[in-house]
């Protein structure tokens, strides 16, 4: 667990308040595309769905791609195909 959380690719800047709201919630596609709080993220409490702005989508997949692959971190089988698609 150290090892994973210490990882350069697990470690990004992020505004408090939208990191404590996004909680552990599920990248998705979320229908209201607003802005929270200034930040390029659409976050779905309902659904429990966070939707990065597209210009950010590819580097949020290859990351959890990455630390998925590294340290056997299961992804489901829709969050896989969510993030192959983003990547690309």
């Given at each position: 667990?150290?090892?994973?959380?210490?990882?350069?690719?697990?470690?990004?800047?992020a505004?408090?308040?939208?990191?404590?709201?996004?909680?552990?919630?599920?990248?998705g596609?979320?229908?209201?595309?607003?802005?929270?709080?200034?930040?390029?993220?659409?976050?779905?409490?309902?659904?429990?769905?966070?939707?990065?702005?597209?210009?950010?989508?590819?580097?949020?997949?290859?990351?959890?791609?990455?630390?998925?692959?590294?340290?056997?971190?299961?992804?489901?089988?829709?969050?896989?195909?969510?993030?192959?698609?983003?990547?690309?």
């Open positions: 667990f150290k090892q994973a959380e210490a990882e350069l690719y697990n470690l990004w800047p505004e408090g308040l939208v990191n404590q709201v996004r909680s552990n919630f599920r990248y596609e979320v229908s209201e595309k607003t802005n929270f709080y200034g930040c390029a993220i659409a976050i779905d409490k309902k659904t429990r769905k966070a939707e990065p702005d597209d210009q950010i989508k590819g580097l949020v997949a290859r990351a959890n791609l990455f630390m998925s692959e590294k340290y056997t971190i299961k992804l489901s089988a829709a969050q896989k195909q969510l993030m192959s698609a983003w990547d690309k």
